[in-house]
């Protein structure tokens, strides 16, 4: 007699998902001394307090732009019949283009001016999204190509542009702080709901109803574009190239002060954290499904990004009034335990409930490195060159992801644990980045103490 043996869906338990809305629901409205309705409120002028909500606004639809194709990428190149092998092929070239190009992105836009590259982050989207539609069988590496510089402009203009505009309007420290926190908030929320809105879209059959997805991108694409160019009015820019890098040379190339090494360490941090981060995206579902345990991976998506909500909601109550700690001085811990959280997983822990509670906290930690990282840079970059130091910054990161990828998908010289423990490695060298940061924050406030 034939012993049958059902196989079983692992799915996290529903009151995950629930948990963590209360739990960033309370984070944000018990923040001390202030409701959810001020959050908003450090803008004294109402045309500021506008362009806060607007500028939220866009940033939770190009999101979900971004959001679309990460979440249904892989769907969408088995759609066109590519194997394995073209996809690592496809990934190495996206990593190149952002490489080779998309680093020398954000110098253009501190020069041409950061609402021509927002729009040229739509272009793009918009170009791949009618390719898409006009041929059934677009050039899929042109749509990589495209795809990447996409994204490494959304990796940086909106922050530069909310900081440019912030310090030309004249508005307040804890204004852009609590800005920060809110874009990486919003940017969770709408990950999560473009999951829901391609799942609405394609319904489960992606063959019948894929061209959809591409219909109600192109609209997104096409209402930003619009409020783009008719709502967001920015002074024309009148930088020369041989102005600009004198000012990048001079402030951060050159002289070696106690201010420019700092700046050069938070590069260092910037470009660790995007290594490990962009490793773990890699490897979290091969991680999830090894040994052919079957899972529903489109449930725990969600669960970690509401993770990552959760998280930013911890970083007003962190911001100076609220705690006597550095910014410098929590993400050494932060840090520590995100790099903690990856070693674990590199030592090939089998138990699933054990790895997802681990890949939430890798990412409640996530949402409160971003918004400060992003208040760091305000502290140290000067603005004239924010977007060029953000994106020259990545460069060694996403080199060292090609090495990585080509060595783990063509040369079979490395295992995905070895490149998550690397991962790991990386978010010990950013916490080691940011105690010698707090180190040299500290000596130069007593060195002005004493002058």
């Not at 190495?92 to 998309?102: K, R």
């Not at 473009?194 to 609405?200: A, D, E, I, P, W």
């Not at 959809?212 to 820019?237: D, H, R």
């Not at 970059?381 to 994106?391: A, F, I, Q, W």
Request: with cysteine; hydrophobic share 50%; proline share 3%.
């Amino acid at each position: 007699m034939g012993v049958v043996i059902e196989s079983e869906i692992w799915e996290p338990n529903k009151v995950v998902y629930i948990f963590l809305f209360i739990s960033s629901f309370f984070s944000i409205f018990l923040y001390p001394a202030r409701s959810a309705a001020n959050v908003f409120d450090h803008a004294p002028t109402v045309s500021f307090l506008r362009f806060q909500r607007d500028f939220l606004l866009l940033y939770s639809l190009s999101s979900v732009m971004e959001g679309l194709w990460d979440v249904f990428g892989e769907y969408e190149l088995t759609y066109y019949g590519l194997n394995k092998e073209q996809m690592l092929v496809l990934l190495c070239v996206g990593c190149a283009v952002s490489l080779f190009i998309g680093s020398f992105l954000g110098v253009l836009s501190d020069l041409v001016g950061h609402k021509k590259l927002c729009l040229l982050f739509y272009m793009l989207h918009l170009f791949v999204n009618i390719l898409k539609m006009v041929n059934s069988t677009p050039a899929i590496w042109l749509a990589s190509i495209c795809l990447s510089l996409a994204s490494s402009i959304f990796s940086f203009s909106f922050e530069t542009w909310i900081v440019i505009e912030h310090d030309k309007l004249g508005q307040r420290q804890d204004s852009l702080n609590h800005m920060f926190w809110l874009m990486t908030f919003f940017e969770s929320a709408s990950f999560i709901g473009s999951q829901v809105l391609g799942n609405y879209l394609i319904d489960g059959d992606v063959n019948k109803n894929i061209r959809s997805k591409w219909n109600v991108a192109v609209v997104l694409v096409v209402v930003a574009i619009i409020y783009v160019t008719q709502g967001w009015k920015e002074a024309p820019k009148r930088t020369l190239f041989k102005d600009y890098s004198i000012v990048f040379h001079r402030r951060i190339l050159c002289d070696f002060h106690l201010l420019d090494k700092r700046i050069w360490l938070l590069s260092l941090a910037q470009a660790s954290v995007h290594f490990s981060v962009t490793a773990f995206w890699i490897l979290w579902a091969p991680t999830v499904v090894a040994d052919g345990r079957e899972v529903s991976l489109g449930l725990i998506y969600p669960c970690m990004l509401g993770s990552k909500m959760l998280g930013s909601t911890g970083f007003p109550w962190l911001l100076p009034g609220s705690l006597a700690i550095r910014t410098e001085e929590y993400l050494v811990y932060v840090f520590i335990i995100m790099g903690t959280a990856l070693s674990i997983v590199a030592f090939d822990y089998q138990d699933i409930d054990i790895l997802v509670v681990l890949f939430c906290i890798f990412h409640a930690c996530m949402g409160l490195v971003l918004p400060s990282l992003a208040r760091l840079r305000t502290m140290y970059v000067p603005n004239e060159v924010r977007g060029g130091m953000m994106t020259l910054s990545l460069a060694p990161a996403n080199a060292a992801v090609l090495v990585f990828l080509m060595l783990r998908g063509y040369c079979q010289y490395i295992g995905n644990s070895t490149l998550t423990a690397f991962a790991a490695f990386g978010l010990f060298s950013a916490a080691g980045c940011m105690y010698v940061l707090k180190k040299w924050g500290k000596q130069l406030h007593q060195s002005k103490h004493n002058l």
